[in-house]
C-alpha cells in the first residue's frame, strides 16, 4: 500500500505555516486593539469566501494530474512520457483559467468590499478598519490564483517537499514584513530610519510582497523538478478541452466550498450581532481550530492525491484500504490535538487578549471544538478521497443540504438573539456563540456519516473506473 506519510507530512507543514501566519497576524492586530483583530477575521471570512472560485482550478487540477499520472505507471497508456505529457497539457492550461479567476476575484473584492462587510452586520469601529483592508488586499488575490495552481501541479507530481520549501520562504517573508509594517520600529541607530507602524495595512503589503515571491519561486521549481516551463500564452488563454476534466471535478468542489461559506457567513453574521467583543472571541477560537484541524486536514488533501493515483492505475481495493486507514489517523489525531487545545484554552486564550469575558466564551467553544474536530475529520478524509476517484455529484448534493439545513439553520436558530417588544428573545433560542459551535458540529457530524456510508457502499467504483477511461484516452497520442 503506498505510504501517504511522504505526501501528508510536506503538506502538514504548509498548512502549519499558514495558520502561523494567521496567528501571529491575529495576535499583532490584538496589539492594536481587539476591534483590529476582529476586523482581520472578518475581512479573513471574505477573502476566504471570494478566494474559493481558485477551488475550480486548484481542486480539478490536483486530481486530473495525479489521475494523468497514475495511469501513466500501468502500461496501459503508452508509458510515463505520454501521461506526463497530458498532465503537462493540463498544468499549463491551469495558469490561464488562474489568471482570468484572479482577476475576476481581484475586480469582486474591490467592488463588493463595501456591501458584503454591511451585510455582515459589521460595527461601525470595526467596518472602519476592515473596508480599507479588504481593498487593499483585492491585486493579492491574482497572486493567490496563480500560486495555488502553480502548487497543486507541484503536489499533484509529489513534489510536496519543494512546495513546503516555497511556503516556509513566502510565510517568512510576510510574517517578517508583518511584524516590522504592522507596529512599526524605532528609528535604527545611526540612520534615522524608522518602519511607520501601519496597522492592518502593513498586513496587507506583506501578504502583496510575499505572494510575489511565491510566484517567482514555484515558477523555479516547475521548471527544475517537473521540467515545465510556461510560455507567455499560457498565463491567458483558456483551452476549454483541456480543463473539461478540471471543471468536471471542480466546479462541484467549488460549489460546495462556496455554499459551505456562504452558510459559514450566516454564522458569522449571528457574531456580528454580539457585537466587536462576539466578533473577537470567534475570530480568537476560529484561529486555534485551523491550528487543531490541520493534522485531519493535512492528511484529507494526502489522501485525495495518493488515491488519485491509484484510481488512474486501476488500484481501486488499495485506494480502498488506504482510506480507511487514513480515516483512522486523523480521527485519533484530531481528537488528541483538539482536546489539548481545549485544555489550554485559558492560557491560549490570554496570548490574545485580557478581557476576561472574551476569554470566558473562548474556553466554551474550545471545548466544544474536540466534538466538532472529531465529526471534521470525516469530511477531510472521505470527501477528498471520493474526490480523488471522480465521485463529487453526490458528496456535493448531500453536503448542500446540510449545510444550508444545519449550518446555516441551526446557527440561526440556535445563536440569534432577536428582542421583542418586551426585551426578551423571540423565535431563535438565543444562545449565542455556543448554539453556532453547537451547529458547526451537527453539521460536521451529519456530512461526515454520508460520506462514510457513500465510501463504504462503493458506489464511487463505477465513477473511477470512467475518470481512469477518461486519463488514458488524454494520454493517447494524437
Partial sequence: MPPL?????????????????????TLLASRVSDTSAAALGLTGHLTTLLFILFRVIGAGVSVVVAQGLGSATDGATGGTAAGGSAAQAVARASLGASTWAGLLIALATAVLAQPLLRLMNAPDAVFALAFPLLIWLAPAMLLDAWNA?????????????AALRVIVIVNAVHL?????????????????????????TGFAIAM???????????????????????Q???WWTLPW???????????????????????????????????????????YVLQINYLTLMA???????????????????RLHVADRLVRRAL??????????????????????????QDEAIIALAVKLLALSVLLELGRSFNLVVINALRGVGDVKFPFAAGATSMVLVLAGASWWLGARLADSTGGTLGPLGWGLVGVWLAYAADEWVRGLIMWGRWRSRAWVPLAHAARRRARRAAQPG
Avoid at 485531519?296 to 486501476?314: D, P, T, W
Wanted: overall charge positive.
Fill in 5 to 25: 506519510g511522504p505526501v501528508a507530512y510536506p503538506l502538514l507543514g504548509e498548512l502549519l505555516l499558514g495558520v502561523g501566519v494567521g496567528l501571529v497576524a
Fill in 149 to 161: 495552481a502553480l502548487a497543486s501541479v507541484t503536489r499533484a507530481h509529489l513534489h510536496g517537499q
Fill in 176 to 200: 517578517g514584513l508583518a511584524a516590522l509594517l504592522m507596529l512599526g520600529t524605532p528609528a535604527l541607530p545611526g540612520t534615522g530610519m524608522a518602519f511607520p507602524a501601519l496597522g492592518l
Fill in 208 to 230: 502583496l510582497v510575499s505572494r510575489i515571491v511565491g510566484v517567482a519561486l514555484h515558477l523555479w521549481v516547475w521548471r527544475s523538478k517537473l521540467n515545465l516551463v510556461p
Fill in 232 to 234: 507567455w500564452s499560457d
Fill in 241 to 283: 478541452k483541456k480543463l473539461d476534466g478540471v471543471l468536471r471535478i471542480g466546479i462541484p468542489a467549488a460549489a460546495e466550498s462556496v455554499l459551505y461559506r456562504v452558510c459559514f457567513m450566516v454564522s458569522v453574521a449571528v457574531a456580528g450581532q454580539l457585537g466587536a467583543q462576539g466578533l473577537a472571541a470567534q475570530a
Fill in 296 to 314: 485531519g486536514l493535512s492528511i484529507g488533501l494526502a489522501a485525495e492525491i495518493v488515491v488519485g493515483h491509484l484510481a488512474g492505475a486501476g
Fill in 328 to 353: 483512522a489517523r486523523a480521527l485519533l489525531l484530531s481528537g488528541l490535538v483538539a482536546g489539548a487545545a481545549a485544555l489550554l484554552g485559558p492560557w491560549l486564550m490570554r496570548l490574545f487578549t
